[in-house]
C-alpha cells in the first residue's frame, strides 16, 4: 500500500510509540516523554521533526500549539494495519472465560447475553452481540401454569432453551383442565417442528382437535408471538457504565448522546449488519459512515456455524481503545461462542 511506502522504519517506530503510549495514558505525547520512556535510539530532536513529519503526513495531530501529538483515524489505521503489538488472551483469561460458559450458560438467549457482559469487563468499552433469528429451533413444548381464578402464564419452548412467556386471560367459562388438554393436542402436532415450519395446515390441525374456538384463539396469540420473536435478530449490549470510565466520556453531555444512540436497537443492527463479512474487521473513527461515530472505533467478528453466518460480536469504544486486547478477545470469543452454541443442537 502507498500509505505503508511512506514511512521509514524510524518514522513507523516513533508513530508505534505514540499510539502505544497515548493508549495507555490518555495524555497527548511528547517528544521528551518518547524519549524517556522508549529505547528509539535518537535524540528528542530528531523524535521532534519526525513527529513534524507524521503530523504533516496526516498521522498525527495536535489539539493545542503547546501540547504533544495524538493519533489521528489515518495514524490509528496504520498502527492497526501492521504496527500493533500482539497481546493475546491470557490462560488465566481463557479458564474465566470456559468456566463462566460453563457455570452461567443453560439456554441459548443466555449464551449471547452473557458474551456481551464478559467482552465488555474485558475491554471496558461496550459490547454487541446480533443474535441470530430464531425460526430454526425446534419446538419442544407449550405448558401452561395456574395463576389464579381467571388467568394462567404460558411457557413456550423450543429445544434451543428459547422461552416465551405470557400471561393469558382465561375465555368466559374455560377451566385449567381445558387449557391443559390443549396443550397435549398442541405438543403432539408440533412436535418437531422447527418454528419456521409451523404453518397453517398445522395450526388447522390443532384448530379441529380443539374444537373450542376462544380457547384456540388464546393458543394462537402465544404461538404467533413466538413466531414473531423468532424472525427478529435480538440485539444484547453490555458495558454502558463501563464506558464511563473512559476519559473521553467524563464530558456528561457526550455521554447522554452516546446513550441515546445506543438505545437505538434498529441503528445499531443496521451498524453491525454494515460491518457484517468474514473474519474481524476494525473501522476507526472517520471511517465510520454514521455521524454518530465519528470519534468512535468499532471491532467486530461474524460468527459462522457450519458454513453459516448466525450474527455478529462486537466492541464499540474511543479511538483510543486498546486494540491488540481487544481484537485478540473477539477473536477467542468468536471461535468459542460457535462451540457453546453448538451445545443446543442449532
Known sequence: MQMKDELDARKKRVLQAIVDDYIES???????????KYDLGVSPATIRNEMADLEMLGYLEQLHTSSGRIPSSKGYRFYVDGLIPPKPVSDEEKELIN?????????????FQETARIISQVTKNVSLVLA?????????????LPLDDRRVITVLMTDAGFIENKILEMPDGARFEDFQRMASVINKNLAGHTLSTIDHPALAKIRDEIQDEPLYESALEVINRALDSGKRERLYLGGTTQMLEQPEFHDVEKVKETLLVLEKEELMKDVLHAHMGDGLEVTIGQENEDSHFKDSS?????????GELLGTIA??????????KAMSLLEYMNSNLTEVIKRFHW
Request: charged share 25%.
Open 26 to 36: 490518555a495524555e497527548p505525547v511528547g517528544s521528551r516523554t518518547l524519549a524517556r
Open 99 to 111: 468456566r463462566w460458559y460453563r457455570a452461567r450458560v443453560k439456554r441459548i438467549d443466555e449464551v
Open 132 to 144: 441470530p433469528q430464531m425460526t430454526q429451533a425446534a419446538f419442544r413444548c407449550l405448558q401452561f
Open 298 to 306: 468499532i471491532i467486530t467478528a461474524t460468527y459462522h456455524l457450519d
Open 315 to 324: 466492541v464499540l469504544g474511543p479511538t483510543r481503545m486498546e486494540y491488540a
